[in-house]
């Protein structure tokens, strides 16, 4: 298990988009030419938990990025807030160690990849203390009955407008809560299953009456991109095959 030492440098302000996959494991080639397979776990004695899972590093590492009182957006994939094992002992920690105070649920259609469901994770790092710094938890949903695309119908700055309002930079202690914004206790979230931070209220409409679909040709064009995006990830697995 290869071990990394923390690092050196400390900012006031992170904004990241980790990287995205399931691949875990490096090839080693020996002298002779015979590959063997090693997984990519990393042991930091500043990480909360050991895990192969790569979100879950680079969330650690970022907050190990961060100075006491500096600023954390970092972008997630919705397995960082509902696995378990390492998965519920970083949430624990996070919401101990951090101020955990926004989670932007984003729409599908808007990466690489169709079906990929991400969140944008706001926190601030504080000094040690025997009481939790997360006092409540922010959502914004984002998701649930908005349909974005790469190229028909593509996220713009506009769109995120009501987000932007909600979460009030300038004093975000006097928020209020709207339809799709809503406030969750520390309490009340340590008590979900494994600190499942999951958390959706809003119905889907796709679900509840076929007439709310997309339009065909937009769904037509989703299902290609799904396509693409899965060839390409097929050609890429093949290619690492290949090493």
Request: charged residues 45%; hydrophobic residues 30%.
């Given at each position: 298990m290869p071990s990394r030492k923390p690092p050196s440098t400390y900012y006031d302000v992170v904004l990241t988009n980790p990287p995205f996959g399931k691949k875990s494991s490096i090839t080693v080639v020996s002298e002779e030419g015979e590959e063997t397979k090693e997984a990519l776990t990393y042991y930091r004695d500043d990480f909360w938990a050991t895990t192969s899972n790569k979100q879950l590093n680079f969330l650690q590492h970022v907050k190990s990025l961060v100075k006491i009182h500096g600023r954390v957006a970092i972008v997630v994939p919705d397995n960082v807030l509902f696995e378990g094992g390492a998965g519920e002992t970083v949430r624990r920690k996070l919401l101990h160690e951090c101020d955990v105070h926004t989670l932007l649920r984003l729409p599908t259609g808007i990466f690489y990849a169709q079906g990929v469901k991400a969140n944008v994770l706001f926190f601030d790092r504080k000094p040690a203390s025997e009481k939790p710094w997360t006092k409540k938890l922010w959502i914004y949903d984002f998701r649930t009955n908005e349909h974005f695309t790469l190229k028909t119908n593509p996220l713009k700055r506009a769109?995120?407008?009501?987000?932007?309002?909600?979460?009030?930079?300038?004093?975000?202690?006097?928020?209020?809560?709207?339809?799709?914004?809503?406030?969750?206790?520390?309490?009340?979230?340590?008590?979900?299953?494994?600190?499942?931070?999951?958390i959706f209220w809003l119905k889907d409409e796709s679900l509840e009456d076929s007439a709310n679909l997309p339009d065909p040709d937009v769904i037509a064009l989703e299902i290609t991109e799904d396509l693409q995006a899965a060839l390409d990830q097929f050609s890429q697995i093949a290619a690492d095959l290949k090493r």
């Open positions: 769109d995120l407008d009501d987000f932007v309002a909600c979460y009030h930079a300038e004093n975000r202690h006097v928020r209020k809560e709207t339809e799709r914004f809503k406030s969750f206790p520390y309490e009340e979230v340590l008590k979900r299953d494994k600190v499942n931070l999951d």
